[in-house]
């Protein structure tokens, strides 16, 4: 996957900028923008996404401390943006579900190193902990994805449109 | 029934599904604490590997409650509870990556204080660790 100057550039400022809407966002129990976020950059930047989830990961990793919860950073939104490559839709209402489904599923993704460092006790009681918060996370990403994804889809596909011509002039 | 319609119906299904699982399982996994008098024990392990045993005669039902009624820590409300700054006159500094680590019985704690029930002759141990 090549990248030149100004796709780089650009990433950078997109993983800023998913870093800023993480960090800025934190104060709210796991409403977090990061989801739908990720979906945009996928469906408009396709495979280059994973560049700016692993820059995205390593500044998690260096602001917050590399602990076990960062291992699981390492999959998911990978995961998640592989899944998000596999489905071709332009319904907000089926992008606003599935950011619900991965809100959902996030508890028993970050739980796996549990699983595996302290047994299935320590991943379910990891898990089952977190629930409340996992159904917060598909309600937050419910809805942030309905208001936002149309408007902010509009200004990256306008992003990357500028991006290809001007690399092609 | 175009594509996108059989789509989001599959994933409306599912999310619902999902949700009730998630409702259920809170139900049943939530922490709940126990109504009644009970006494706890809390050891306090300072940066120095210096240790203080506390214990407490209390009807509270979550250790954070028990904590700060008896002023052994201070801290910040956050959106998963107490977040644990200071510990028997202690202060966790943030420049240095200390953080006060809740443990039961040696286990780990997968709860906030404010999250973590207590019962009679549970032991939990707060210390001061360097590095997150």
Sequence with gaps: MRMNTKMLVISSMLTALLFAGQVGMQFLPNIEIVTLLIILYTRTFGKRVFAIIYAFVMLEGLFYGFGIWWVSYLYIWSIFALVVLLIKSDSVILWSMISGIFGLCFGFLCAIPYFVTGGPGAGVAYWGAGLYFDLLHCAGNVLLCAVLYRPLYRVLSLLMAETQRTVSC | ?132
Excluded at chain 2, 26 to 45: L, W
């Design chain 2, 1 to 132: 029934m175009n594509k996108d319609k059989k789509a989001i119906l599959i994933t409306a299904a599912l999310l619902l599904v999902l949700c009730l699982g998630a409702v259920l399982g809170y139900q049943k996994f939530a922490p709940r604490g126990v109504a009644g008098e009970k006494e706890i024990t809390v050891k306090v392990v300072h940066a120095d590997a210096g240790e203080k045993e506390f214990t407490y005669q209390t009807d509270e039902e979550f250790l954070g409650a028990v904590l700060e009624a008896e002023g052994l820590a201070e801290g910040e409300e956050g959106p998963y509870g107490l977040y644990i700054i200071s510990v028997d006159g202690e202060t966790a500094e943030e420049s240095r990556q200390q953080w006060w680590c809740l443990t039961k019985g040696g286990e780990t704690v997968n709860t906030s204080a404010t999250q973590t029930p207590i019962a009679d002759g549970d032991v939990f141990e707060l210390t001061l660790t360097e590095g997150y």
